[in-house]
């Protein structure tokens, strides 16, 4: 079916929208760490039935490594972003300060919706 309000709008517009939505964050922590952190969880609940208190000291120490690996992320990610903007010519390019401010306020904004 033909549609006359997408025919009209200009080719670029659609492609902006569709780059926005397939960027998603950087994962803060790597695959490895995530899997190994899902894979003591995994083995709480299905141990649970067995060995209950086992299997909530293993999901509290699932929890207990996801929170400091969590941290050490963010440290790092602070860390990077503040060296990305610190050491700059006080006469820096804007945008380059105002990528960084939006750097800051994305992984703010991911830290309180969790």
Do not use: C
């Not at 941290?71 to 503040?82: D, F, G, K, M, V």
């Not at 990305?84 to 105002?98: G, T």
């Amino acid at each position: 079916m033909y549609d006359q309000t997408r025919a009209q709008q200009p080719p670029d517009r659609g492609q902006d929208r569709a780059e926005r939505r397939s960027s998603a964050p950087d994962a803060l922590l790597p695959s490895a760490e995530r899997d190994a952190v899902l894979d003591r969880l995994r083995k709480a609940i299905n141990t649970f039935a067995d060995a209950p208190h086992d299997a909530l000291a293993e999901a509290e120490g699932a929890f207990d490594d996801a929170a400091a690996h969590l941290a050490n992320a963010l440290a790092e990610r602070r860390r990077a972003l503040h060296e990305s903007w610190q050491d700059q010519d006080p006469e820096a390019q804007s945008e380059e300060l105002r990528v960084a401010l939006r750097q800051y306020r994305e992984i703010t904004q991911r830290l309180i919706r969790m």
